[in-house]
């Protein structure tokens, strides 16, 4: 048997985690003193209320190889092999982790996919691998659905706010935005593993009518895989959704909440959506 795994930062939902058999390693938060697992000892819910009830900088950390290594033993006790989907390296240390983690088994079936995206760009490799392995692939044609899917995803997203993606440390290229007007709201990408300035607009309705073109442009020729995701903001996910959904072939659709780790650099109020072709011969998931 194959198992897929991956990490907290796919924010992938719980349905599909269970229905697939995903193994999750969690990211920490880190909140003053404490470390909470990412998604285990912190949920999304109490992680909005303190982000916006509070005066707090939360900062975040990878997995140890340790971490990793708990999670793949017992899979290879068992027998089973190992296809495991993580978050572009350039914004976290975690696909190292995975990678030393794999080096203390040597010679076992074990592959790794950096996706070069986050959140639900990631999630939808991770999907789109799973099914494959349900239909009968190889691990090496699943990984190979991962990492063509990843490729080909458009990963857009807008902020209320650069100044969480400033304090982290992940703001890349969109450091080009600060100086402007405070109102200014930006529409960034994530491009190779780099956040990428898109366009900025003035008004909140504006970035999301933006992105949503954006995306149209690019993938209204091919049926589609889309994901949306929201940090507390699940009416212009929605709207985000329906619109693509009305101007795209979407065969495939997964929506999502932002979790803690990906949060506390994103900051309350961003919306993303991550859309790829829909993959050749890879049935849509279902629960």
């Known amino acids: 048997m194959i198992r897929i795994v991956t990490d907290s930062a796919a924010n992938l939902p719980e349905p599909f985690v269970n229905a697939f058999d995903i193994a999750v390693v969690p990211?920490?938060?880190i909140i003053g003193d404490h470390i909470y697992r990412d998604g285990?000892?912190?949920s999304v819910a109490e992680f909005y209320e303190m982000l916006q009830s509070k005066n707090i900088s939360p900062s975040t950390s990878q997995p140890s190889p340790d971490d990793f290594a708990e999670v793949y033993k017992p899979i290879l006790d068992a027998g089973d092999e190992i296809l495991s989907i993580h978050l572009a390296h350039t914004?976290?240390?975690?696909f190292n982790s995975a990678v030393q983690a794999a080096q203390q088994f040597p010679n076992a079936p074990i592959t790794l996919v950096d996706t070069y995206l986050v959140s639900i760009g990631t999630g939808l490799a991770v999907l789109g691998a799973?099914?494959?392995v349900r239909q009968g692939a190889t691990r090496e044609e699943a990984a190979d659905v991962a990492t063509r899917m990843s490729k080909q995803t458009t990963l857009l997203f807008t902020l209320e706010t650069l100044e969480y993606l400033r304090r982290g440390g992940r703001i890349g290229n969109a450091s080009a935005f600060f100086g402007t007007l405070?109102?200014?709201k930006p529409v960034l990408a994530l491009q190779h593993g780099v956040v990428e300035p898109v366009d900025r607009v003035r008004t909140r309705q504006r970035a999301l009518a933006r992105m949503?073109?954006?995306v149209a442009e690019q993938h209204q020729d091919t049926p589609v895989w889309m994901g949306v995701a929201h940090a507390n903001a699940p009416d212009e996910a929605a709207q985000v959704r329906a619109e693509l959904e009305a101007r795209l072939d979407v065969r495939f659709c997964v929506e999502t909440v932002i979790g803690p780790v990906v949060g506390a650099h994103a900051g309350p109020g961003t919306v993303g959506v991550a859309v790829t072709p829909a993959p050749e011969g890879v049935e849509a998931?279902?629960?």
Do not use: F, Y
């Open 27 to 29: 990211l920490k938060v």
């Open 40 to 42: 285990v000892d912190l």
């Open 91 to 94: 914004l976290s240390g975690t």
């Open 130 to 132: 799973a099914q494959a």
């Open 182 to 184: 405070l109102r200014i």
């Open 212 to 214: 949503i073109e954006m």
């Open 285 to 287: 998931p279902r629960v």
